[in-house]
């Protein structure tokens, strides 16, 4: 997403004083305490990390939705986001939950999971398959008393028995970003037909639970009889609202709606999932997918180029109102997006010469000539957000941090670090004279045009991308990186090589961006653990292995209140900023949507998601004057 963490770093987590830390900060507990605080209590509806549920057993839909949004339509977009192996720009497998293969975005429409999470409140879950759940009084058994009304499209019961077997399934060969998060899954336990238990190690935090509550569920007797590892493209047996419609490899796919589907009138599920067809378009290039977006081959479009919503968006069907522009709120972390190094490289190991890389990148110059000043720079890997650290560490991020302090450099007990500001020419002689300077302290000396290193090699960086809109943003960062003397260049590959790249690490720098939930979950050991960084498809691509970050994210997950969570989360971002293992891009606080004016959508939409092809849904009058009804 898989090697195994050596005793000797466990010893050191223990040696530097990670398991003293809870008692130094009342409330900032162990994973286990934390676990233990939602225990008993009898079967509940939800399930909440920390504090009350919004919603009582008896409601009738989400607060965010429209229950009377009619049925039918179709929403055809290019993905803005996914997950695991899925990959925006082209598929060759149907199979989204393991590492082989590029599957295409939304499979997860396909699947019931067990909760689905309430998207205005940040880390809620309420029942689907599940009606209720138990928790055990020392909150290692979760368990989850089944709807018997649950089916698969084929019309067979979905039982206990699947449920099991998908959960030790997915932990055994699942995508890494899966089957590393659940690890502390011990077992999945049938006790009756529609009642599971779910036994975790003790070790696991309180989120494990909702992680786990929130995979997909397969069919026992489907996956006996084909192979789970192996990506196919033979549509799955599934039981979620829609199943795989039409498709055509690498070009569409069409998630058809399941008229019957048995879910469809259950609170969690009322006003959403309102589209007979969700159609996905797949382009390599990002220009080729706006022309189709101006022709009305594709009708929503998030836009995420800068150029294109300054200076683009004055075609015809602009002027005359068919096609609308609009702004929402973006109200999740903005979390983390730059050009990440690969510091498994050994020419990246030494983080001055990481840093060095960030005063070759002027942010204030492409702002103003590249982004027509539609973007503010990312500081943080908890950017918009409230566990993003600023300013020197409060008394309660020292008590964390103190005990690290040999390990750490001096800067982290110092202000937050801050990307350096140039004077916007594009060519800031002050900052490259700086970069020079740590370049030097690590070893480097210039030999004419050239930078060699103490290997006596010149210092070489290919950025890798799959996008040739990013060519232009990255050359000027590769002009100022020539004037330092590192040959520096852009490697274009197609969408399944970038992705495959990734997964093995085979790259200098790429270019990514991730996101996080207001509550951190184990996810977060994908994008920052070390063992993450020892295996193949994970999040952590830059090859983060510090075991002080895996302490404090030990300590971020185990705590038992949302305060003591977000002083973790600041002492953790302090950390990885004085890493330097990123040069931070940029990030917006909303999202730029522009549509062909044929949609509803609710007018308070969720702050912790922007799930449009739940929640929108097709206004018939205005697409039949648009001449796009049926």
Request: glycine content about 6%; aromatic content about 12%; overall charge neutral.
């Amino acid at each position: 997403m898989n090697a195994v963490t050596s005793p000797s770093r466990r010893q050191l987590l223990k040696l530097t004083g990670a398991a003293g830390i809870s008692a130094m900060v009342p409330g900032l507990a162990g994973p286990a305490l934390a676990a233990s605080s939602a225990a008993g209590a009898g079967a509940r509806h939800g399930l909440s990390v920390f504090g009350e549920l919004k919603y009582a057993p008896d409601f009738a839909h989400f607060n965010y939705v429209n229950p009377a949004a009619p049925k039918g339509g179709k929403f055809i977009f290019q993905a803005p986001s996914w997950a695991y192996n899925q990959n925006a720009r082209t598929f060759n497998s149907f199979n989204s939950f393991i590492l082989k293969g590029d599957a295409p975005p939304r499979m997860e429409l396909c699947f019931d999971t067990l909760m689905v999470r309430a998207w205005d409140e940040p880390d809620a879950m309420y029942g689907l398959l599940a009606e209720t759940v138990e928790i055990s009084e020392d909150g290692n058994i979760y368990t989850f008393n089944l709807r018997p009304e649950a089916r698969f499209h084929d019309g067979s019961k979905l039982t206990a028995e699947d449920v099991a077997f998908s959960l030790l399934l997915l932990k055994a060969d699942g995508h890494p970003l899966i089957s590393q998060n659940i690890q502390e899954l011990q077992d999945a336990e049938i006790l009756e037909e529609y009642r599971v238990a779910l036994h975790f190690s003790g070790k696991q935090t309180v989120q494990l639970p909702m992680v786990v509550a929130g995979l997909p569920i397969f069919s026992k007797r489907y996956y006996t009889a084909y192979d789970f590892k192996q990506s196919t493209l033979t549509a799955p047996l599934s039981s979620g609202p829609y199943k795989v419609g039409k498709h055509a490899v690498g070009r569409y796919i069409e998630y058809k709606r399941v008229a019957n589907y048995w879910g469809k009138d259950l609170p969690v599920l009322v006003g959403q999932r309102n589209f007979d067809i969700v159609r996905i378009d797949f382009y390599r290039d990002y220009q080729v997918g706006f022309e189709a977006f101006k022709k009305g081959e594709v009708t929503y479009r998030e836009e995420f180029s800068s150029k294109i919503w300054a200076t683009e968006y004055n075609f015809p069907a602009v002027e005359d109102k068919r096609v609308v522009r609009d702004q929402f709120p973006d109200g999740r972390p903005s979390g983390a997006q730059g050009w990440f190094i690969n510091t498994r490289l050994e020419k990246f190991k030494d983080p001055r010469v990481r840093r060095a890389l960030s005063y070759a990148f002027d942010f204030e110059w492409s702002n103003k000539n590249l982004f027509y000043d539609l973007y503010q720079r990312t500081q943080s890997f908890f950017e918009n957000s409230d566990m993003k650290s600023e300013g020197t560490p409060s008394p309660e991020e020292l008590v964390l941090l103190e005990p690290y302090r040999k390990q750490l450099p001096e800067s982290v007990f110092k202000t937050a670090y801050v990307q350096p500001v140039s004077d916007g020419s594009g060519f800031d002689r002050t900052l490259l004279r700086e970069a020079s300077k740590l370049l030097k302290e690590a070893g480097y000396e210039r030999d004419g045009a050239k930078l060699i290193g103490p290997d006596g090699k010149q210092l070489t960086i290919e950025f890798l991308n799959n996008s040739q809109s990013f060519e232009r943003i990255t050359n000027p960062f590769i002009t100022n990186l020539e004037r330092l003397g590192i040959e520096a260049s852009f490697r274009l590959v197609d969408p399944a090589q970038y992705q495959s790249r990734l997964n093995n690490y085979d790259f200098d720098v790429c270019s990514r961006r991730y996101s996080l939930s207001p509550t951190l979950s184990e996810t977060i050991r994908t994008s920052w653990g070390s063992k993450a960084a020892e295996t193949p498809g994970t999040y952590n691509i830059a090859g983060i292995s510090d075991p002080v970050i895996d302490a404090l994210m030990d300590k971020a997950l185990g705590a038992e209140t949302r305060e003591q969570m977000v002083i973790a989360a600041r002492a953790l971002d302090r950390v990885l900023r004085s890493g330097h293992y990123w040069v931070p891009q940029w990030n917006k606080p909303i999202h730029t949507v522009a549509i062909w004016d044929m949609f509803g959508f609710p007018e308070n939409p969720p702050r912790y998601a922007f799930p449009i092809e739940d929640l929108w849904w097709m206004n018939q009058e205005k697409a039949e004057k648009l001449g796009k009804a049926g």
